[in-house]
């Protein structure tokens, strides 16, 4: 009796563990391998099950959660979506998450342990709390004002605040409603499968995601080159530049726009935007002069978020004297997005230090408890006091007097540079139309916006597209709202 109750125990000792060594392979070894299938829906279930937290601008509420009491039961609603998509993105329940909604997801769906009242406890325990708060640095007055302007040519509009970096409006057009794609339903697949096809790309964020020749706004760079590095020490005295200029090492003769550019000095040849100028500048200067001042205002930067990601602006580090001079001009593989030439005029307009673009004010909890918050972080000193000042003089000369008039607004200081880019085999497609500025109202130490539009334009007439003429307004609508 005795040996078959051993026998017994022995049998089921055996069977515990081996159920043990059964539930440690399902819970161990092959959890990770459960938790990437498909057809696992625990994780959707829970993460929809309840509301989402909201993204802010100016306190108010720019997204939503709507009860649709399915298995999946909440989905993503936006207050005027089509307006914000370009900060907020999307958070769809078949196509994953853009832009805020992707960059600050942990906040949004409860599952960043800042939320947690312990946070070092929730985040051993990754336990989930209500949604939390994400207030950007948008001003709505701002965001339409470069809505507006655009008209919905493609194109994109980005402001900032010089001294903090704070970012005032962020707009690409054309756009999308990303309340389209928050479901799942056949609807859902059929909005993202026409939005995926439309040859405009209304998903691509042309403000932080595209990158574009900067034509005629890489001057101010080439500017500050040339005076950084003793090249000019007189802005209004003769540069000794030919017109045609002919590109060192190469029979190609570059010609200008405008008239009066043969032996411009830098003061005339930035308001007229005399290319011969700038070109025999950036031959002089030099490819490493050129490729430094460009790298302290931010390009060849692959690390910038907002915290949404930011495409790297490009200027090449290898380049003869005949390239560098049409990098000087904007030209050549030189390449920028609409962020970046806003940073540019940020950093001209806060005496050349560059602070660090942001999009988030501050995080809070679900009962508006601050968790986190963003402070201006400055970058690098782009330049001297002295030639900041310079350049802001050059640019206020620009909008007075010279090609950015229909940027002037009444009553405030402003400068601007115009650009119209060339691009295309043997530059046969339309140009873009560029336009970077700042405004500062009387009194002010430092200009309290900076601006850069490009315009895409590809419906209008050629002849009549230039930064001036199609960009230069919408500037002047977006530093007045952001200024009155």
Same mark, same amino acid.
């Given at each position: 009796?005795?040996?078959?109750?051993?026998?017994?125990?022995?049998?089921?000792?055996?069977?515990?563990?081996?159920?043990?060594?059964?539930?440690?392979?399902?819970?161990?070894?092959?959890?990770?391998?459960?938790?990437?299938?498909?057809?696992?829906?625990?994780?959707?279930?829970?993460?929809?099950?309840?509301?989402?937290?909201?993204?802010?601008?100016?306190?108010?509420?720019?997204?939503?959660?709507?009860?649709?009491?399915?298995?999946?039961?909440?989905?993503?609603?936006?207050?005027?979506?089509?307006?914000? #998509?370009?900060?907020? +993105?999307?958070?769809?329940?078949?196509?994953?998450?853009?832009? !805020? %909604?992707? =960059?600050?997801?942990? /906040? $949004?769906?409860?599952?960043?342990?800042?939320?947690?009242?312990?946070?070092?406890?929730?985040?051993?325990?990754?336990?989930?709390?209500?949604?939390?708060?994400?207030?950007?640095?948008?001003?709505?007055?701002?965001?339409? #004002?470069?809505?507006? +302007?655009?008209?919905?040519?493609?194109?994109?509009?980005?402001? !900032? %605040?010089? =001294?903090?970096?704070? /970012? $005032?409006?962020?707009?690409?057009?054309?756009?999308?409603?990303?309340?389209?794609?928050?479901?799942?339903?056949?609807?859902?697949?059929?909005?993202?499968?026409?939005?995926?096809?439309?040859?405009?790309?209304?998903?691509?964020?042309?403000?932080?995601?595209?990158?574009?020749?900067?034509?005629?706004?890489?001057?101010?760079?080439? =500017?500050?080159?040339?005076?950084?590095?003793?090249?000019?020490?007189?802005?209004?005295?003769?540069?000794?530049?030919?017109?045609?200029?002919?590109?060192?090492?190469?029979?190609?003769?570059?010609?200008?726009?405008?008239?009066?550019?043969?032996?411009?000095?830098?003061?005339?040849?930035?308001?007229?935007?005399?290319?011969?100028?700038?070109?025999?500048?950036? =031959?002089?200067?030099?490819?490493?002069?050129?490729?430094?001042?460009?790298?302290?205002?931010?390009?060849?930067?692959?690390?910038?978020?907002?915290?949404?990601?930011?495409?790297?602006?490009?200027?090449?580090?290898?380049?003869?004297?005949?390239?560098?001079?049409?990098?000087?001009?904007?030209?050549?593989?030189?390449?920028?997005?609409?962020?970046?030439?806003?940073?540019?005029?940020?950093?001209?307009?806060?005496?050349?230090?560059?602070?660090?673009?942001?999009?988030?004010?501050?995080?809070?909890?679900?009962?508006?408890?601050?968790?986190?918050?963003?402070?201006?972080?400055?970058?690098?000193?782009?330049?001297?006091?002295?030639?900041?000042?310079?350049?802001?003089?050059?640019?206020?000369?620009?909008?007075?007097?010279?090609?950015?008039?229909?940027?002037?607004?009444?009553?405030?200081?402003?400068?601007?540079?115009?650009?119209?880019?060339?691009?295309?085999?043997?530059?046969?497609?339309?140009?873009?139309?560029?336009?970077?500025?700042?405004?500062?109202?009387?009194?002010?130490?430092?200009?309290?916006?900076?601006?850069?539009?490009?315009?895409?334009?590809?419906?209008?007439?050629?002849?009549?597209?230039?930064?001036?003429?199609?960009?230069?307004?919408?500037?002047?609508?977006?530093?007045?709202?952001?200024?009155?």
């Amino acid at each position: 009796m005795i040996r078959n109750t051993r026998i017994a125990a022995a049998c089921s000792l055996l069977l515990f563990l081996g159920l043990l060594v059964g539930a440690a392979r399902v819970q161990v070894l092959n959890a990770p391998e459960y938790d990437a299938n498909p057809a696992n829906r625990r994780h959707a279930l829970e993460r929809y099950a309840q509301p989402r937290g909201d993204i802010y601008a100016a306190g108010r509420r720019l997204t939503g959660s709507e009860d649709t009491r399915q298995g999946l039961r909440y989905e993503r609603s936006y207050a005027n979506g089509r307006l914000y #998509a370009p900060v907020t +993105g999307f958070a769809s329940q078949l196509y994953g998450s853009t832009l !805020l %909604e992707d =960059a600050e997801d942990g /906040v $949004l769906a409860g599952t960043d342990g800042r939320l947690a009242p312990l946070p070092l406890w929730g985040d051993l325990t990754r336990s989930r709390q209500r949604g939390g708060q994400v207030h950007t640095t948008v001003v709505p007055a701002v965001q339409k #004002a470069a809505f507006r +302007g655009l008209r919905g040519r493609k194109g994109a509009v980005v402001a !900032l %605040e010089p =001294a903090t970096g704070r /970012v $005032l409006a962020l707009v690409s057009s054309p756009g999308y409603d990303p309340a389209l794609l928050s479901g799942n339903s056949p609807a859902t697949t059929l909005a993202w499968d026409r939005l995926g096809k439309d040859p405009a790309q209304p998903l691509l964020n042309r403000a932080i995601r595209q990158t574009y020749p900067p034509g005629s706004t890489f001057k101010v760079i080439t =500017a500050v080159a040339a005076l950084e590095s003793g090249i000019v020490t007189d802005i209004d005295a003769p540069t000794r530049t030919p017109n045609p200029y002919r590109l060192i090492g190469s029979t190609t003769l570059l010609r200008n726009e405008s008239s009066g550019c043969a032996d411009a000095p830098l003061r005339e040849a930035f308001a007229e935007s005399c290319n011969t100028v700038f070109a025999k500048l950036g =031959a002089t200067v030099g490819t490493q002069q050129i490729v430094e001042t460009a790298e302290a205002f931010g390009f060849n930067d692959g690390g910038l978020s907002i915290p949404s990601p930011v495409l790297p602006s490009h200027v090449n580090t290898r380049m003869d004297p005949a390239q560098a001079a049409l990098s000087a001009i904007g030209q050549y593989d030189t390449r920028a997005t609409p962020l970046q030439m806003a940073r540019v005029a940020a950093t001209i307009a806060n005496g050349g230090r560059s602070m660090r673009p942001y999009l988030v004010d501050r995080l809070a909890d679900a009962g508006g408890e601050t968790v986190a918050r963003t402070r201006p972080a400055y970058e690098e000193t782009a330049m001297t006091p002295g030639t900041a000042a310079l350049l802001r003089q050059m640019m206020i000369d620009a909008v007075g007097s010279g090609t950015g008039g229909l940027a002037a607004v009444g009553g405030l200081t402003v400068g601007g540079k115009t650009g119209t880019a060339q691009h295309g085999v043997d530059n046969s497609e339309s140009p873009y139309a560029w336009f970077i500025s700042w405004a500062q109202r009387p009194g002010t130490a430092v200009p309290g916006v900076a601006v850069a539009v490009v315009v895409e334009d590809a419906e209008a007439d050629r002849a009549d597209i230039s930064g001036g003429g199609s960009a230069a307004p919408v500037a002047r609508g977006v530093m007045r709202a952001a200024l009155r």
